[in-house]
């Protein structure tokens, strides 16, 4: 699914509670089975693949291979036709709605780039849930840019998606375009040796600490879980970072620059070796005046024999970017 702001139609919104096939779907993802056709396509499957989620991962990488008009068609093609579509960030709070209003959608989207493209790497399913990881790369006005997403879907029982949220960073778009837009996490830095003992994997029954952990702003008790454990998180060009000193910083700078961080546990999944974790609501960014809605994924343990302990993937724009400065950045690429 295409990671793309969008004019001219509902922007998408938080959904309050917690997602059908929530915590009970990740207590019984163990094990891999299912959809063999499609895992040379992508890093890795981890969790038992119902044969709906095998349907939407193939889909999802037919979509993403494909370079003609079709592609409009084959990203409908993924949907129910009651289908929402919430991605954060947007200052508007009602998701898209209905096949008509995301094929609108995304078909401004692919006109803003039309060499869009991407390609899965780890993929955790439960049944109905699917945590999609893509590598994300398209030309905005000359710069190529590469990204990292989590396409987080709820499905039908034949495989069409009846719910979809959509988490990426949209500051490395811009950056190229906008050289003055603030890095917010350029002074975040390691210090000293690499934690030991680590602690990677979180259980689902955790999931309520770490929900009042990220809306009382504690880095420590967000921290302090992982120790050991390197993080992986937008701002760090790449990087991990491997001490108490800098996972402290990374999120002390994160909590300095937002306020009223009102975030609800969404989707978790749990596979062998990793958790997926969505929190999603709203946050309140320094210097605005406005709540914009904000979500993010944390990834805690390794899928595919790839190393990366703790990931966060959040946009960090609206942090750094008020509405009207955001649309002034999309005005750019028409």
């Known amino acids: 699914m295409l990671a793309l702001y969008t004019?001219?139609?509902?922007?998408?919104?938080?959904?309050?509670?917690?997602?059908?096939?929530?915590?009970?779907?990740?207590?019984s993802g163990a094990g891999n089975a299912g959809c063999a056709e499609a895992r040379p396509e992508v890093t890795s499957i981890s969790g038992w693949v119902s044969p709906g989620a095998c349907s939407f991962i193939k889909r999802q990488i037919k979509f993403g291979k494909v370079t003609t008009p079709d592609r409009v068609d084959a990203y409908v093609d993924m949907w129910s036709k009651d289908a929402t579509l919430w991605e954060p960030a947007n200052a508007s709070r009602l998701p898209v709605q209905g096949l008509d209003n995301i094929r609108t959608a995304i078909?401004?989207?692919?006109?803003?780039?039309?060499d869009f493209r991407f390609r899965g790497t780890r993929i955790a399913v439960n049944g109905p849930a699917v945590m999609f990881e893509a590598h994300n790369e398209a030309t905005l006005k000359g710069h190529q840019?590469?990204?990292?997403?989590?396409?987080?879907?709820?499905?039908?029982d034949d495989g069409k998606v009846i719910q979809g949220r959509r988490y990426y960073d949209r500051?490395?778009?811009?950056?190229?375009?906008?050289?003055?837009?603030?890095d917010l996490f350029a002074n975040v830095a390691d210090g000293g040796s690499p934690d030991q003992g680590r602690q990677p994997v979180l259980s689902p029954d955790?999931?309520?600490?770490?929900?009042k952990a990220w809306n009382n702003e504690d880095a420590e008790a967000l921290v302090g879980r992982l120790i050991g454990a390197p993080l992986s998180a937008p701002g760090l060009n790449g990087g991990t970072l491997s001490t108490t000193q800098g996972k402290l910083a990374y999120l002390r700078t994160f909590f300095d620059q937002v306020r009223n961080v009102q975030l609800q546990p969404g989707q978790t999944i749990k596979v062998d070796g990793a958790t997926y974790l969505e929190?999603?609501?709203?946050?309140?960014?320094?210097?605005?005046?406005?709540?914009v809605s904000f979500g993010v994924i944390e990834r805690v343990g390794d899928t595919g024999g790839v190393s990366s302990d703790w990931t966060l993937t959040f946009d960090q724009l609206p942090l750094v970017a008020n509405e009207a400065k955001i649309i002034e950045l999309y005005s750019r690429l028409r």
């Open 7 to 27: 004019f001219g139609s509902p922007a998408q919104a938080t959904m309050g509670g917690l997602d059908r096939a929530g915590l009970a779907a990740g207590e």
């Open 107 to 114: 078909s401004g989207s692919l006109a803003l780039v039309p």
């Open 145 to 156: 840019v590469a990204y990292s997403a989590v396409y987080r879907v709820l499905l039908t």
């Open 171 to 182: 500051h490395s778009w811009f950056k190229p375009l906008d050289p003055s837009l603030p």
């Open 206 to 211: 955790e999931l309520a600490e770490r929900a």
């Open 279 to 291: 929190w999603h609501g709203t946050v309140l960014p320094e210097g605005q005046t406005d709540p």
